[in-house]
């Protein structure tokens, strides 16, 4: 070994196996150790953690949708019921509207006919007046009328029940001419 | 040891202690390597960020390649083929660095193809029973014993020299490609800066380091899993 020769520029040979393949052998297997410690072990780890998360995330959700599923029977079923039901309440509402309006016409007409009844009453009593006024009115004019022709002043009480019969037949057989 | 040559230099440490640069570059490499993954790993989030990305798709990658080359049910090797995969990609790429590779000092792959042999054996013995695995050297026959050791033995030194050959005459030819175009530069253009030393070698570096390099270590990872599980079917 020349000693001139600076320890950085002596070289070993090419091919010549020494007590560094031991130093190797350490280094790799130093190497393996840490590398499964900090990288190897805990990635594949987490890795496996956030699969079996999501699987149990995308059963969960399948759960659901089962669920889901399941329930879609018995809300359409309440929908129709609902559907049925509103139906069946505005049927009853139109029914009872008829039915009211029925009634309502009913009544009315019931209430038109005794209005008119009772007109025709009233009706008939003033014609009943009437003809009751005017007759006493012309047995009134009759007296007056014979009493002026007779020169004599008829008895207006002795004779009006003779006058009044009088004027009952020919009225009666006047008003139904 | 001298000074000529392409063997690794001699560096001196405290205490009088000498390693060759292949243990100190690898030192580098592996404090590199551990401040990486101990920078993405410390925090990792269910929604995960750049950083966890890229980690889990190495990781991935890796229990992947395991788990197809070796079958699910040693994935429990993932991590070891993990830590060479990395190990040999960032020690053949160190070259790119200006770096000596750690991979082109034969103690670095004889040490990897040790590591190798070793887990095909125990493994084996462990998976097969021993009665089955001495039985293993002399089948088809008894005769063929002999060429059944051999080849045993020749498995570490055909993946060490394999690796160790690749990558030690990538560097010596870029040695000799720095040399002969600094020597161009001083003889052509009477310069003392090597220029045409630029920009003419990367070309080389794609080649040697990048593309075997890289293949290398693929090649001598695929090699440990395929003879592992062999040894243990």
Do not use: C
């Amino acid at each position: 070994m020349n000693v001139y020769v600076l320890a950085s520029e002596l070289r070993m040979g090419l091919v010549a196996i020494d007590w560094m393949l031991a130093v190797q052998i350490a280094n790799t297997l130093i190497l393996f150790l840490v590398l499964r410690k900090i990288l190897f072990k805990p990635v594949t780890a987490f890795m496996e953690k956030r699969e079996n998360e999501v699987k149990s995330q995308f059963d969960a959700a399948a759960l659901k949708k089962k669920e889901a599923d399941q329930l879609i029977p018995e809300y359409s079923h309440k929908i129709r019921n609902a559907e049925d039901e509103g139906k069946e309440i505005v049927r009853s509402a139109v029914q009872r509207a008829d039915k009211r309006t029925a009634e309502i016409l009913k009544e009315a007409e019931h209430k038109a006919t005794e209005i008119k009844e009772s007109t025709q009453k009233e009706i008939e009593q003033e014609k009943v007046k009437a003809i009751n006024t005017l007759k006493n009115d012309i047995a009134d004019m009759a007296i007056l009328a014979a009493s002026k022709v007779i020169h004599k002043d008829i008895d207006g009480d002795q004779h009006k029940v003779l006058i009044d019969q009088f004027i009952q037949e020919v009225g009666d057989t006047a008003w139904h001419n | 040891m001298g000074t000529e040559g392409f063997g690794p230099r001699i560096v001196e440490l405290p205490f009088g202690l000498q390693v060759t640069e292949t243990v100190t570059v690898t030192w580098w490499i592996m404090a590199g390597i551990i401040l990486l993954a101990w920078l993405a790993t410390r925090n990792l989030q269910m929604v995960p960020g750049k950083r966890q990305i890229v980690v889990e798709t190495i990781v991935k990658m890796i229990n992947n390649l395991t788990k197809q080359t070796m079958g699910e049910k040693n994935i429990k090797f993932a991590p070891y083929i993990g830590t060479l995969m990395i190990f040999l990609a960032v020690a053949n790429l160190a070259g790119l660095l200006g770096l000596r590779p750690p991979t082109a000092d034969i103690n670095t792959t004889l040490a990897l193809a040790l590591i190798t042999f070793f887990m095909i054996h125990s493994f084996g013995i462990r998976t097969k029973g021993i009665g089955k695995y001495v039985k293993g050297f002399f089948e088809p026959f008894f005769l063929l014993f002999p060429i059944n050791m051999l080849g045993e033995l020749a498995t570490p030194i055909s993946l060490s020299f394999r690796l160790f050959g690749n990558i030690v005459g990538g560097l010596i030819i870029m040695s000799l490609l720095y040399g002969a175009l600094g020597g161009f530069s001083s003889a052509l253009l009477s310069l003392n800066i090597p220029v045409l030393a630029v920009g003419v070698p990367a070309v080389f570096h794609i080649y040697f380091d990048l593309f075997s390099g890289l293949l290398q270590s693929f090649i001598f990872t695929m090699l440990t899993m395929v003879y592992v599980s062999m040894a243990m079917d």
